[in-house]
């Protein structure tokens, strides 16, 4: 089993430059989430995505924020505009069901300069 | 908003020594409790799992789950320095999917 695949594993790039982050789930997980990592706010659930259908995105900051499951397997979180405050470790993690362990990818350390 | 909070630490203890980690949560009607270790830099990784009171075993860590106080621990018995990480609480509620994570204590166990 690959685990759950995210990428790229760092992204630098400059304000106002679209950023886009992808993950591919385990195979027959259906529920995917997508967290953010900051030393100040700890790891904060930003979206989460049940049967390819978007559940609760309550946690995405703002509108410059979208994500997207457009098949089983796969995801992306979308950040346009990007800035300085969006950096970030951004981790996806998938599960099969709500009492079950959730298994995370390698995360994206996101650079916006 | 749900809560769920640890303290921050450090938490430091000598090689061999049990460890213990604590955490509480705000919302009465939550029903999964997990615990996460995270080296740095790493990802997050499930190292135990608690549903029902009581103290639940898994070879050198044990959990133990306090629905009346809304509190959950995580006890690490003979330490290595390999134990040295960040340890997250996660606590999930009802039939929804969702996970919410205390910010972690950070334990070093000193050889």
């Known amino acids: 089993d690959a685990g759950v695949i995210q990428s790229p594993r760092h992204e630098v790039t400059e304000m106002g430059q679209e950023v886009t982050l992808r993950c591919k789930l385990i195979?027959?997980?259906?529920?995917l989430f997508w967290y953010r990592q900051t030393m100040m706010r700890g790891l904060e659930l930003l979206i989460y995505f049940n049967n390819n259908v978007p559940i609760d995105d309550s946690g995405m900051p703002e509108d410059r924020f979208s994500a997207k499951m457009p098949n089983a397997s796969f995801s992306t979180l979308k950040i346009q505009p990007s800035e300085p405050r969006d950096s970030a470790v951004y981790f996806c993690?998938?599960?099969?069901?709500?009492?079950?362990?959730?298994?995370f990818g390698s995360g994206t350390q996101l650079s916006v300069l | 908003q749900k809560e769920v909070e640890q303290n921050s630490g450090p938490l430091s203890v000598p090689e061999g020594a049990i460890a213990s980690l604590n955490c509480t949560y705000s919302d009465r009607g939550s029903q999964s409790f997990f615990w996460y270790r995270q080296y740095s830099g790493k990802s997050p990784e499930l190292i135990m799992f608690i549903y029902s009171n009581g103290d639940k075993e898994d070879g050198r860590f044990t959990a133990q789950l306090n629905k009346a106080s809304q509190y959950v621990s995580l006890l690490i018995r003979d330490s290595q320095p390999s134990d040295s990480a960040t340890y997250l609480c996660a606590v999930g509620g009802g039939s929804n999917y969702k996970l919410t994570f205390g910010k972690g204590t950070l334990l070093t166990v000193n050889p």
């Open positions: 195979s027959g997980h259906n529920s």
């Open positions: 993690a998938s599960t099969t069901g709500p009492h079950e362990k959730l298994f």
